[in-house]
């Protein structure tokens, strides 16, 4: 299906760790890809120095904008994105308003497996008052089930991980693994459970690559200058890019992953993982844990279910460590056919961009 080119602008508001940009700029990428043209407005650009330094300060297809000091009395396009509930300028507002044809508005909402997700997704917000009085802002829900948004995923991703070399890729980090090493990735915020997670690690052969921040801080502080435990040994990765870290992650046996860009790429890579949600004060993050496992491992034998939700929990902090250990070494080994087998469930459905353009074309 060919769809008509138009016109979009996405708005994004940089929080703190970087995942909103990260979406964002995977999602403008994939839209322009698909014959689309994207401005993408950004109150902070920066982490697209390396996050994207091979196509800053755009792509084929995307402008980036920096938002609100270039907002100008530019006119919107066809469609808008308020990614995230991030709150679109005023005048900007005003000028949908004014547009013969109203351009199709959208609220990107967060990922989720919860039940609300279903129920909330393509509901229509009429605007009654104030700037943009007189549209209708669609929600629209990425998720994990036929009835949302889906995942982005890009054409050709599983194509691209089947031709993946990954002691090519390994050999380019100056790094050679041993024939009986496991390759963990470490993606996390702060973890008291860290120090139990590396000792577990050290009792067999592991490389352990560490994502440059929070986890390059904590692993230093824990190994020291030699970086190494028992029989662990640990890597330093510089900031990589959005394709570089696709290639992390395929090149590991375990992937720890934190937040929401990163969690959808390690379903995609296809590995056993293990996900840090962004901790709330009102521990709804619990909730939202819950609920996604509930859909991991509905097809996942009892015992491997239970080990794996056990150590999920113990990892973001909602209970203590089982008596036996974490049991990173036995999802490692006995959790990739339930990772295989959600990456191809997850493959049925629609990606998100394509049902975006889907919506577009007859929003309602």
Known sequence: MTNPALHWDVFCRVIDNFGDIGVCWRLARDLAGRGQTVRLWLDDRSALDWMAPEVVPGAPGVEVRDWPETLGDEQPGDVVIEAFGCELPEPFLQRMARRPHAPVWINLEYLSAQAYVERSHRLRSPQFSGPAAGLDKWFFYPGFTTRTGGLLRAPGLMAEQAAFDREAWLAGLGLRRAADERVVTLFCYDNPGL???????????????????????????????????????????????QPEFDHLLWASDLNLVRGEDSFVRAQWAGKPFIWQIYPQHDEAHAAKLGAFLSLYLAATPDAIAARTRALWRAWNGLQGAPAQ??????????????ATQWRQQLLIQADLSSQLLSFVANPG
Do not use: D, Y
């Open 195 to 241: 120090p139990a997670l590396l000792a577990e690690l050290a009792e067999r052969p592991c490389l352990l690559l560490v994502t440059a921040g929070a986890a390059a801080r904590q692993v230093q502080a824990l190994l020291g200058p030699e970086l190494r435990q028992g029989r662990l040994r640990a890597h330093l990765l510089p900031l990589l890019s």
């Open 325 to 338: 250990g974490l049991g990173a070494w036995s999802l490692l080994e006995q959790g990739q056919e339930a």
